[in-house]
Antibody, heavy 124, light 107 residues
Framework: EVQLVESGGGLVQPGGSLRLSCAAS????????MHWVRQAPGKGLEWVGR??????????EYAASVKGRFIISREDSMNSLYLQMNSLKAEDTAMYYC???????????????WGRGTLVTVSS | DIQMTQSPSTLSASVGDRVTITCRAS??????LAWYQQKPGKAPKFLIY???SLESGVPSRFSGSGSGTEFTLTISSLQPDDFGTYYC?????????FGQGTRLEIK
């Protein structure tokens, strides 16, 4: 079955760290660029960042709101995507989704596969 | 960054109604626009890409149009299962940005 399953969310204090995981199955994960998208409670969708594949150097891009604090990585042998979140703030409280774009091309950068999400709450 | 603005924010309509949601971009995005439907507690569901192309399996009552800065999502005959929040997303340039959402309620 083609799916993405996130894990690792939870309650963390401001200034703390958390690592999210996304397990992929049913498609050739190693070929694909992968993204993280978040949604604060009752709010809209916000793109977090992207990681390219090995052929493109595993390079990453991030939203300005998380740049310098969040790190996206992947382990293709495990079909897994990760989001390391550091220096967490209350405004990082959100459901975090991993998402697969239709293709690696910018011209087809819409998300045809989403996980169910994992909830991160930043609070003291 | 390209700002995406949806209207209305909330919409209440009856089964069988024709419903239109508008999405405006702060600069031209050609036809690099996608639409999603999200139900409470669920991940977004992909509906439309390239402004007007329907994803496989999406009912034909859904349609999209537009180019440049103004886009619409239309549901030709609203069904009970169409409730939820609809989001547009531009992918013309990074960072990818979404509209703030339109909540569709069934009367």
């Amino acid at each position: 079955e083609v799916q993405l399953v996130e894990s690792g969310g939870g309650l963390v204090q401001p200034g703390g760290s958390l690592r999210l995981s996304c397990a992929a199955s049913g498609f050739t994960f190693s070929d694909r660029y992968m993204h993280w998208v978040r949604q604060a409670p009752g709010k809209g969708l916000e793109w977090v960042g992207r990681i390219r594949n090995r052929a493109n150097g595993f390079t990453t891009e991030y939203a300005a709101s998380v740049k310098g604090r969040f790190i996206i990585s992947r382990e293709d042998s495990m079909n897994s995507l990760y989001l390391q979140m550091n220096s967490l703030k209350a405004e990082d409280t959100a459901m975090y989704y991993c998402a697969r774009p239709y293709s690696n091309s910018l011209s087809e950068l819409y998300f045809d596969l989403w996980g169910r999400g994992t909830l991160v709450t930043v609070s003291s | 960054d390209i700002q995406m603005t949806q209207s209305p924010s909330t919409l209440s309509a009856s089964v069988g109604d024709r419903v239109t949601i508008t999405c405006r971009a702060s600069q031209s995005i050609r036809t690099s626009l996608a639409w999603y439907q999200q139900k409470p507690g669920k991940a977004p569901k992909f509906l439309i890409y390239q402004a007007s192309s329907l994803e496989s399996g999406v009912p034909s009552r859904f349609s999209g149009s537009g180019s440049g800065t103004e886009f619409t999502l239309t549901i030709s005959s609203l069904q009970p299962d169409d409730f939820g929040t609809y989001y547009c997303q531009q992918y013309n340039s990074f960072p990818i940005t979404f509209g703030q959402g339109t909540r569709l309620e069934i009367k």
